[in-house]
T-cell receptor, first 111, second 113 residues
Framework: NAGVTQTPKFRILKIGQSMTLQCTQD?????MYWYRQDPGMGLKLIYY???????DKGEVPNGYNVSRSTTEDFPLRLELAAPSQTSVYFC??????????FGPGTRLTVL | AQSVTQLGSHVSVSEGALVLLRCNYS??????LFWYVQYPNQGLQLLLK??????LVKGINGFEAEFKKSETSFHLTKPSAHMSDAAEYFC???????????FGKGTRLSVIA
């Protein structure tokens, strides 16, 4: 199993541009999550999904959108990128209440 | 609502010394508790977890943590620090059920030779 994979690893965006961060898991996990990590702030939940077709907002959803059309994929969309969205983004997945498995992260800079 | 407080954003220990990273949680129901480690430029890796079985939990790399309900704590310890333990450590809590993990702000561990 590859586990949780994320693409791209790095990206630089200009203010106002849009992009999609890709996340795929091959463990048949029902739950998937998107977090952002900022220095000294820990991980903040952006969106999560409890299964295909079901998504819900986390703590910091503004400026982001998600979709979950399959069990495996959970892309995160940034519309109209802003400097405040400069961060490291982590995707994670879990089966029920068990351990969350994390991807390697996407480092995004908005200039 | 759940929350996690990690005391000390940065802890520095000498190689061979005891490692103690503190975590206190708030949860209205019996919690599931986790410690994750993050090495530079990597994702988070599970160290250990408490899921209402034994209160003393052993994890990878010689780490362990003890769940103390009366103190609402889940401190992480290791008897003897190694240079390779230098990393950031995150405590996380989930209430019983399928709610997402809530993370503390992290503690960066430095190990001095």
């Amino acid at each position: 199993n590859a586990g949780v994979t994320q693409t791209p690893k790095f990206r630089i965006l200009k203010i106002g541009q849009s992009m999609t961060l890709q996340c795929t898991q091959d463990m048949n996990h029902n739950y998937m999550y998107w977090y952002r990590q900022d220095p000294g702030m820990g991980l903040k939940l952006i969106y999560y999904s409890v299964g295909a077709g079901i998504t819900d907002k986390g703590e910091v959803p503004n400026g982001y959108n998600v979709s979950r059309s399959t069990t495996e994929d959970f892309p995160l969309r940034l519309e109209l990128a802003a400097p405040s969205q400069t961060s490291v983004y982590f995707c994670a997945s879990t089966l029920g209440v068990d351990t969350q498995y994390f991807g390697p992260g996407t480092r995004l800079t908005v200039l | 609502a759940q929350s996690v407080t990690q005391l000390g954003s940065h802890v520095s220990v000498s190689e061979g010394a005891l490692v103690l990273l503190r975590c206190n949680y708030s949860s209205s129901v019996p919690p599931y508790l986790f410690w994750y480690v993050q090495y530079p430029n990597q994702g988070l890796q599970l160290l250990l977890k408490y899921t209402s079985a034994a209160t003393l939990v052993k994890g990878i790399n010689g780490f362990e943590a003890e769940f103390k309900k009366s103190e609402t704590s889940f401190h992480l310890t290791k008897p003897s620090a190694h240079m390779s333990d230098a990393a950031e450590y995150f405590c996380a809590v989930r209430s019983a059920g399928n709610t997402p993990l809530v993370f503390g702000k992290g503690t960066r561990l430095s190990v001095i030779a």
